[in-house]
């Protein structure tokens, strides 16, 4: 009897989460031919503009596992530090910025990197690496892998131990998560 109880609520729980799941896409609006010609936009400001929404993707995203060995959260610019800092404050743990070029003073590591519609380069500041040893990478969306493999890079030349890559959107049909050598985490998945 215990048993058959314990699958119900189990079950309850899968179910109450696929329904979360599911209504996050009716958050998220699309953008064809932006911001060139060829893209499809994924715009996530609808979700950021409700409360109990945008909790409940943060409460999501802190119960990834991989979390728990991570000393630190890298948050990559821009959209990255919002979903980051909302962690960092949720999890008590120290958020370092990954900056887009020219963004940040003092000493710099820094990477060029590739996008679906051009190029870019990101920064982290050296002295902001120098207690921490285990960072998990946290990011809007993952689309191709470049902005979190130009992150990665940087880190394992710092001879950090990261953790995983932890998004919110996945966009499944550009396969980011099969270019990138570490565990990706993310709370909904879009073709």
Known sequence: M???????????????????????????????????????????????????IFESVINEMSNCSFLEEADSLIAIDARGFIFGSALAIKLK??????????????????KNY???????????QKSSLLD?????IIDDILATGGTANCILDLLKKENKEVQCLLVFLELSQLKGRDNINLPVHSVLKLD
Do not use: C, H, W
Not at 15 to 44: C, E, H, R
Not at 114 to 124: A, N, Q, T, W
């Open 2 to 52: 215990e048993l058959a109880i314990v699958f119900v609520k189990q079950y309850n729980i899968i179910k109450v989460k696929l329904m979360i799941a599911n209504s996050y896409k009716d958050f998220i609006s699309t953008f064809p031919d932006f911001p060139k010609k060829g893209i499809f936009f994924k715009d996530i400001s609808p979700i950021l503009k409700n409360p109990t």
């Open 93 to 110: 743990k120290p958020l370092i910025l990954a900056r887009k070029k020219n963004k940040l003073p003092g000493e710099l590591i820094e």
């Open 114 to 124: 590739g996008l679906e519609y051009g190029e870019d380069s990101l920064s982290i």
């Open 132 to 136: 921490i040893k285990r960072p998990a």
